[in-house]
C-alpha cells in the first residue's frame, strides 16, 4: 500500500497538469496513427511493414508495442493516471525511436531528426520524476489512500 501511494503521490501543482496533458494528447494522437490509421497514419499493417523496411522486426508487432506506449501511455498521462509508469514507458518509447530511426539525421525535424522525439523524452522524464501533480486521478487515488 505504501508503494502505491508513493507512486501515486506528487508534490507538483499545476504545472504537471500544464506539462501532462499536451504531451499526453500529443503521444496519443502518434499511438493512433500507428494503431488505426488516424490523424493520417498507416495503422499497424503499414507501420509495420515501414518498421520493418528499416531493419526493426518483427515489424507489426514492435508497431503494436509502439502504438500501444504511445497511444494508451498517452491517455494515462492526459488523465494522470499512473503517471509515472505511463511516463516511464512512453520516454522509453521515445529513447527507441531517437536512437533507431531518427539519431543519423540530426537534431532537426525538418531533417527528420531527433529534436521532437528529445523533447517528449524530456518532458515524459520530468513526469517521471516528478508525478502527475495535484490535478490528476492519481492525486485523488493517493489521497484516498492516506485517509485509509
Request: charged content about 10%; proline content about 2%.
Amino acid at each position: 500500500m505504501k508503494l502505491l501511494n508513493t507512486l501515486l503521490s506528487s508534490k507538483a501543482g499545476a504545472a504537471a497538469l500544464i506539462l501532462r496533458v499536451p504531451v499526453g494528447l500529443i503521444l496519443a494522437a502518434h499511438g493512433a496513427q500507428k494503431l488505426f490509421a488516424w490523424f493520417g497514419g498507416y495503422g499497424l499493417e503499414g507501420t509495420g511493414q515501414w518498421m520493418a523496411s528499416i531493419g526493426l522486426e518483427p515489424g507489426y508487432w514492435l508497431a503494436l508495442m509502439a502504438g500501444s506506449a504511445e497511444f494508451f501511455g498517452g491517455i494515462a498521462l492526459a488523465f494522470g493516471l499512473l503517471t509515472r509508469p505511463a511516463a516511464l514507458v512512453t520516454a522509453f518509447t521515445m529513447l527507441i525511436a531517437i536512437f533507431s530511426v531518427h539519431i543519423n539525421n540530426g537534431l532537426f525535424m525538418a531533417n527528420n531528426g531527433y529534436e521532437y522525439a528529445l523533447t517528449l523524452l524530456v518532458a515524459t522524464a520530468a513526469l517521471a520524476i516528478q508525478g502527475a501533480g495535484s490535478f490528476s486521478v492519481d492525486s485523488v487515488i493517493a489521497k484516498k489512500l492516506a485517509d485509509k
